[in-house]
């Protein structure tokens, strides 16, 4: 007996600590599982809201050096630097700098020399130097908008650069610019923002250097070695300047998934770490930006998992064995059920403390997001304020093309009113009333059309109100071609409309409407002006509770790889000087308010079609008689 028992104490011996271990290592397991879930959310969460700030810190400067492109101070010293004095340039460049909050802004003629700077006054200016061997001079003098980004050569700080053609005459087809625009942004605000969060942010570019870090060790590194052929075609941009690029010493321990790896470095800050690293693509700049989550929370939470369990296993063994012996040994087992009790209160308020301040820590990430939500609400209000401001612009734009046409018709009255008024000056010296008075009615008529001629401008450049009403489709039409009388007299435009008996009614802002009409009218007569005998093509007609109106031509048409384009914001086929390319993307983001839709098709005869289709409404008599009937 005494010997079966020795034997079944060392089998126990055996058993109870290999399923001690057991459980413990496949709780950690599963802690190790739900800990790196949990982690790589909270990671890719941190990561897509860096991403955003940093996509829209950079791309709220893009329209910046277009706009200075288009200065009148810009153009003058630009045509003739040589003879005019640069400080005044200089100074409005400086002004601009600072309003905007940029680092520099300068001028470059077509040889790629700087003639102009916001920093003419630093020791480091800009102003003399040759920057032809950068990307950003040679797409803006190709005609394009440049990027690009890197190492200043004076000032030694990283920057993004936004390049813009200068134009001296941009009405030829092949007319080449006459200079670049540059506005350079620094890049030390977003990594300001980043040094505040827990995490390790970076940034690496298609050659995988880490130009945008939280932590400085790592800035102007190579994630991984670089070749020598790498190495070679960087400095021949001179795009890091001088800088050795040393590896960071990234190693790779883990591949979670196509995205994340478990990583560690072999020297540095972070060389007593393991980290979760995740990626995540900009493609708008064609980077990539990474995140490093220390997995110490993972470790932590594998450790009390591995305790909890080993907890709860020693409970039920020491149960088994109490159990066993209870009548032998129950003075030991109430000792040691106490003890056991005040280590499982022990761990339950250790766990208690982890997920008290695991909650704060989601409290605190929740408010994050809240404020991201509401800046981003704010951004897109301030947005669309901007775009009505510029369909306003883009309408007085039009208003610009269609005053030589308008001037041409007044011209006319003018004349004629000068005529009867020296014969009715004539005819009262010979005492001849009767004629004196037929000039003078002569002359009241012309007034009254040229009255007419100035309210059709007017009307057309007023702003639309925020409160859409029942339009008639006819008057519509006949209004916008009305804007185009004389310049379809003087082109010798054949027009053709086909309407149907009835008038057809629309809900709809009748001055936005309005605007779609003489964009479209506009775009017709522009694509026929090399065309024999060109017609204009008007129709409307109710179809499925829509009344759907086409504006056609027989031009040349659009090529077909362009017609998904066509609406695109500052997509144009025109010759430079000839349009920004925001009328057809202005009268696309019209119809979409209005609930309509806006199409481009090319006709089997040849020319362009666009169709417009919006919903249909009854007309105001009929919903007066309903009102009244009630």
Known sequence: MNTGLFRWRYVWLIVVPLGLAFCMWQASLLAREQALTNLQEEAENELRLSAANLNGYLLRYDYLPQMLATREGVLRFLASPDRQDPMPLNLLLDRFRFTSGVSDVYLLDEHADTIAASNWHRPNTFIGQNYAFRSYYRDAMAGGQGRFYGLGLQSQERG??????????????????????????????????????????????????????????????????????????????????????????????????????????????????????????????????????????????????????????????????????????????????????????????????????????????????????????????????????????????????????INHELNQPLAAIRAYSENARRFIELSRVEQADANLEQIIELTQRMADISAQLRQFSRKSSDHPETISVQACADYALRLFQSRLRDDHVQVEQYWPEQTLWVKADLVRLEQVLVNLIGNALQAMKETDSPRLTLSARAENRQVVIQVADNGPGIPANYLEQVFEPFFTTKAPGSGLGLGLSISSRIMDDLNGKLQATNLPEGGACFTVSLPLAPSPRATQEVVSDA
């Open 160 to 405: 993004y650069y936004f390049s813009s053609p200068v134009w001296l005459d941009d009405t030829s087809p092949d007319a080449r610019p006459d200079g670049v625009l540059v506005v350079k942004v620094l890049l030390k605000d977003v990594e300001e923002s980043w040094a505040e969060q827990e995490s390790t942010l970076f940034v690496t570019d298609h050659d995988n250097i880490i130009f945008l870090a939280s932590q400085p060790e790592l800035r102007m590194n190579a994630l991984y070695p670089l070749t020598d052929k790498q190495r070679q075609a960087l400095h021949e941009t001179k795009r890091y300047g001088q800088e050795p690029l040393t590896p960071s010493g990234i190693q790779i321990q883990a591949i979670q998934s196509d995205h994340s790896q478990v990583v560690t470095f072999r020297e540095g800050p972070l060389s007593d770490e393991h980290y979760l690293n995740l990626t995540r693509e900009i493609p708008e700049f064609g980077w990539q930006m990474h995140i490093l989550k220390p997995l110490s929370p993972v470790v932590s939470a594998q450790w009390m998992a591995a305790l909890t369990a080993g907890g709860l296993y020693g409970v039920v063994a020491l149960a088994g064995g109490i159990g066993w012996q209870r009548l032998r040994l129950r003075r030991e087992r109430e000792t040691f059920a106490e003890r056991e009790r005040q280590t499982l209160a022990r761990v339950r308020d250790e766990l208690e403390m982890s997920v008290e301040r695991r909650t704060r820590d989601l409290v605190a990430s929740n408010q994050r997001l809240s404020d991201e939500i509401e800046e981003r609400r704010r951004a897109e209000a301030n947005l669309r304020q901007t775009q009505d401001e510029l369909i306003q612009a883009a309408k007085l734009a039009v208003l610009g093309q269609l005053a030589a046409g």
